[in-house]
Nanobody
Framework: QVQLVESGGGLVQPGGSLRLSCVASASIFSISDMGWYRQAPGKERELVARLTTDSRTNYADSVRGRFTISRDNAKNTVYLQMNSLKPEDTGVYYC??????????WGQGTQVTVSS
């Protein structure tokens, strides 16, 4: 059974930083493009950042230059380093895996709240 388990969310003041982690099942991690999505209250889920197996990245315009996605293949983990956080970054952040067989997997989500 494929599992994605996120951690690292919490409450942070504007301008602060957080690092999210997502540990994936070994069976899927090494062959999948990994990504982070977020969903704010009343809004649709949106792509935040994606990292392919061949190290290509893409970011939402709203986070480019502030967020960095990375992966540690030895730990089956993908990270999202979030700096200069803004209140509009608030939402539930979901880890996502897209396999070469076009199967999609989601984590349970972790809450990020940016507020003073």
């Amino acid at each position: 059974q494929v599992q994605l388990v996120e951690s690292g969310g919490g409450l942070v003041q504007p301008g602060g930083s957080l690092r999210l982690s997502c540990v994936a099942s070994a069976s899927i991690f090494s062959i999948s493009d990994m990504g982070w999505y977020r969903q704010a209250p009343g809004k649709e889920r949106e792509l935040v950042a994606r990292l392919t197996t061949d190290s290509r990245t893409n970011y939402a315009d709203s986070v480019r230059g502030r967020f960095t996605i990375s992966r540690d293949n030895a730990k089956n983990t993908v990270y999202l380093q979030m700096n200069s956080l803004k209140p509009e970054d608030t939402g539930v952040y979901y880890c996502n895996a897209l396999s070469p067989y076009r199967s999609v997997y989601w984590g349970q989500g972790t809450q990020v709240t940016v507020s003073s």
